[in-house]
């Protein structure tokens, strides 16, 4: 008796614990367990390093290249020994049917649900896909299997989505410090007068901060939950496609649901907005224009085909110069051309930022310059004015300067996102005045003469000095 429990006992230890067989060709994994080559070839198919051992669930660098000789050679003696033999692929010891007492041994693929023999003649699976347990396992072992790919994408998109989001999160670090670097500069720059409202801009940015700081990791939050999701799908099929049969096919329904919804999981969008310009509230007076003309400074050329009758633009684009006579034929006209008035606009167009230029205009006369709207009317006889989309310096609205100068050199700075535009007289560096207004679309420079004398001109590059 002894004997006999001994033997089988042996024939025990060279059963193939995935086949239930004798082993054939064993490999040894690194946790001590050996399995045959081929049963255990085909459970790894598909799946990556390190290889989970099917019987313990140890993790193995790499699959064994060379077979374990003695053992199969210990193996295939103890099949000659006497006794009970164990037949390969031997079915699995499987459960009971819980209602009818009979032992599980079809797969209904409709439910997703192990049957006994009197559950699958029921009306309730009647037209249903009935398998016997093996083929059902090995074809839902290899369906999941098809999962793997997938999920390795998604799990990788989502690494490469919070890498960039980092890097997102640190260019925008750099460039808040920047700006608080330069407001800070700037608050210098205008001493005592400007500190308080230095303070005020700098909590602003700090909320800033604070508020797409928060943005940022609720967004990394979503990715680690995201990810770990994947991963947590990714683990639950791997382990599942090493379960046996049974096993397989018990837990089959919910890990396929959650294959499903991980399927369908979207990748969460990164809330980034990216960082806003500091909302500079003080006006930059004229002690600090030698800054505005530094930061700010544009080169403007004029444009030919906008300018009216009366007006020669030269051909480096950068002077006008008005004559009373008509100097261009009507059917010389171009298309956009000021009709109404003598005027031109510059070629260049701002629909935000910051930009400073300098005029400068020789000869006596009514003349004005500021910035326009691109849809200002040109034929229609408007006067110029911010209802029409024309925001402009006249002489007479600044006592700074006389009526009828001779030579002048204005200095315009636009601030489109405040919505002002400032005039200076840059002969004696002080503010002519100052234009508030809510600007919307393209805006372009604008030169009109008026009542100009014989010969008038404006050079929309003066000197910078």
């Known amino acids: 008796m002894a004997l006999a429990t001994a033997l089988a006992e042996l024939q025990a230890e060279v059963r193939c614990p995935l086949c239930r067989g004798p082993l054939r060709v064993p490999l040894t994994l690194d946790c001590g367990h050996n399995c045959c080559g081929s049963c255990l070839r085909g459970r790894w198919q598909n799946l990556q390093e390190p290889l989970p ?10 699959e064994p290249r060379r077979p374990n000789t003695q053992l199969a050679r210990l193996a295939d003696l103890v099949s000659q020994l006497p006794g009970q033999r164990p037949e390969g692929h031997a079915r699995e010891a499987g459960g009971s049917c819980a209602e009818h007492q009979q032992a599980l041994s079809l797969f209904c693929d409709d439910h997703l649900e192990l049957l006994c023999g009197q559950c699958a003649a029921s009306a309730a699976h009647r037209g249903h896909r009935l398998t016997p347990i093996g083929p059902a396992a090995a074809h839902h072992r290899t369906k999941l299997k098809g999962y793997l790919e997938l999920l390795r994408k998604q799990l990788q998109e989502a690494r490469r989505a919070r890498g960039r989001q980092g890097v997102e999160r640190q260019e925008w670090r750099e460039k808040v410090a920047k700006q608080r670097t330069e407001l800070f500069w700037e608050s210098e720059q205008l001493k005592h007068s400007l500190r308080i409202e230095y303070h005020v801009l700098d909590k602003g940015i700090l909320r800033q901060m604070s508020s797409h700081s928060e943005k940022i990791l609720q967004g990394r939050n979503q990715l680690v939950e995201y990810r770990a999701s994947l991963q947590r799908t990714l683990r639950d099929v791997t382990q599942l ?63 030919p085909e906008s300018a009216h009758q009366t007006l020669v633009v030269t051909r480096d684009r950068g002077t006008a110069i008005y004559f009373r ?75 700074s300067l006389d009526l009828y100068p001779s030579h002048v050199c204005i200095g315009v700075f636009l601030d489109y996102e405040l919505g002002k535009i400032s005039f200076y007289n840059m002969l004696n560096r ?29 050079n929309v590059n003066g000197d910078m000095d």
């Open 430 to 458: 002080s503010l002519l005045c100052t234009l508030t207004e809510r600007f919307t679309g393209r805006l372009r420079p604008y030169f009109g003469f008026e009542f100009c004398s014989l010969l008038c001109s404006m």
């Open 241 to 303: 496609c090493l379960q046996p049969d049974l096993g397989l096919l018990t837990r089959l329904r919910r890990v396929q649901l959650q294959c499903r919804e991980s399927k369908d999981m979207e990748l969460p969008a990164a809330p980034w907005s990216g960082p806003t310009k500091a909302p500079h509230m003080f006006s930059l007076h004229p002690f600090g224009l030698q800054n505005l003309i530094r930061k700010f400074w544009v080169e403007l050329t004029l444009d």
């Open 53 to 62: 051992c099917p019987v313990c669930q140890h993790p193995c660098p790499r």
């Open 325 to 399: 006579q008509n100097m261009h034929p009507t059917s010389d006209s171009h298309p956009q051309a000021f009709t109404s008035h003598p005027a031109v606009l510059g070629a260049q167009e701002f629909v935000g930022g910051r930009h400073f230029w300098q005029v400068e205009i020789r000869g006596s006369g009514a003349w004005s310059l500021g910035v326009c709207k691109e849809s200002f009317p040109r034929s229609a006889p408007v006067t110029p004015s911010p209802d029409h989309g024309c925001w402009r310096l006249q002489p007479h609205t600044s006592s």
